[in-house]
């Protein structure tokens, strides 16, 4: 995919929008290049999306070069989860594709917590 492709998606990706204040979110965790707020639609007391600024359409996009900002966002899944005080535990999740039930194609890190999970799958 082009540049040009990419960044004609992004225009109308909603997480895109989240960045850029055209659409309303609760904040929790900001850095210079992830943004963390809280799920529309929760289906945990804690549940929080955890996102790179930059349109990334899923895990399946990201190259060797987005290595280190992959690094980043599980480190800020780690201060959600903290800032929440989720010190029972929690659960990151990443679906991908249809069959991982991907609803957003922006890439995401689900935290979930606040309750004892349920098993996977
Ligand atoms: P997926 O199913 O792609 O892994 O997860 C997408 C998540 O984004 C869903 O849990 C859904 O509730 C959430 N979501 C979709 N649109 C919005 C929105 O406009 N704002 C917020 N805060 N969450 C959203
Ligand atoms: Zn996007």
């Known amino acids: 995919m082009g540049e040009g492709a990419s ?56 190259r060797e070069d987005h290595a280190s900002l992959l690094g980043e966002l599980l480190l800020a899944a780690q201060n959600v989860a903290e800032k929440e005080g989720l010190k029972d535990g929690y659960r990151l999740v990443i679906n991908q594709g249809t069959h991982g039930r991907q609803t957003v194609a922006h890439l995401h890190l689900h935290v979930l917590g606040g309750r004892l999970l349920g098993a996977m799958g």
């Open 7 to 62: 960044k004609d998606m992004a225009e109308d990706c909603v997480f895109c929008r989240i960045v850029r204040g055209e659409l309303p979110s609760q904040k929790v965790w900001e850095s210079d290049k992830v943004l963390a707020f809280r799920d529309i639609h929760p289906v945990a007391p804690v549940h929080v999306l955890v996102i790179p600024k930059e349109h990334i359409a899923g895990i399946e996009g990201a």
